[in-house]
């Protein structure tokens, strides 16, 4: 049998990990203990035989305390290789999110991220870099020229308790000035079935007008830029914004729950 080609993106991202690990003066052992894998997992990424997952970078860099350095050589590997011969689902929505000039978002349960202030955040990561990493996502929304961002949400994450009354209240506040923005829009789904509609997503159009859409799951998430993937979920935002409130109606909507629930 020949040997196994490597691809050149693995093996330097591999490096990465190596050299940071050296620096950090564990062996394989001791940063497989910390991360929670076996030492010969850690052995194939670092040889680069194995492209692990985003999620994993991110505990790289927590266990070898390397801020995000691993997760930014992670999101370059994925940007050089995208375009080869991986599913479009590997695309990075990270950077598509950061370089886009249109978002529009669906949330059901919980304020979108972009929108979540630093204590209503922090409630929901529980996790330091987790939370550096979200504060981080949201200077998209200071970025000149500032993209249009339009957002969805069920009328229920106006109710769903978050960190207390005093948190609901700042959060909610900082929704209405966010949606006095003159590029950003809020609307309020109302409480009801609306067809289709199964899961949270984001939708990124690029500077050049292709799209990328963002889904949830259960374990994660899923990007894709797949021409039926975007159309669904486009087709879907078209619903929601139908049945939702209007961008005043539910700045309205939301000033009332403020006064009679949370304050």
């Known amino acids: 049998m020949g040997a196994i080609k490597i691809k050149p993106e693995f093996l330097s991202f591999g490096a990465e990990v190596k050299r940071l690990r050296l620096a950090a003066g564990l062996s394989q052992q001791q ?3 910390l991360v929670h894998v076996t030492r010969s997992y850690v052995a194939q990424v670092e040889s680069g035989r194995t492209r692990c ?35 479009e689902f590997f695309a990075n929505f990270p950077k598509a999110e950061q370089s886009a000039t249109m978002l529009r978002a669906y949330e059901e349960r919980v304020v979108h991220g972009l929108f979540q202030i630093e204590a209503y955040a922090r409630i929901l990561l529980n996790d330091d870099d987790a939370l550096k990493n979200r504060l981080r996502r949201q200077e998209v929304l200071n970025r000149n020229p500032v993209p249009a961002v339009t957002v969805v949400m069920d009328e229920t994450v106006l109710y769903r308790e ?20 003159e ?12 067809r289709n509609v199964w899961a949270t997503f984001v939708i990124a159009t690029l500077p050049d007008l292709r799209q990328v859409v963002y889904t949830a799951k259960a374990y994660g998430g899923e990007t894709s830029s797949a021409p039926d993937d975007v159309a669904l ?11 939702a409130l209007n961008v005043k109606d539910s700045r309205a909507l939301i000033r009332r729950v403020i006064d009679e629930k949370w304050s």
């Open 31 to 33: 940063l497989a203990d």
């Open 233 to 243: 979920v486009n087709e879907t935002m078209s619903a929601l914004q139908a049945e």
């Open 183 to 194: 590029k950003t829009n809020i609307q309020i789904a109302p409480i009801q079935y609306i």
């Open 53 to 87: 997952r985003r999620d994993f970078a991110l505990r790289l860099d927590r266990a070898l305390k390397s801020g995000v350095a691993l997760v930014v050589a992670w999101d370059e590997l994925l940007e050089s290789i995208k375009s080869d011969k991986y599913p």
């Open 162 to 181: 978050v960190g207390g009354k005093e948190v609901m209240k700042e959060q909610l506040e900082f929704l209405i000035q966010l949606s006095e923005r």
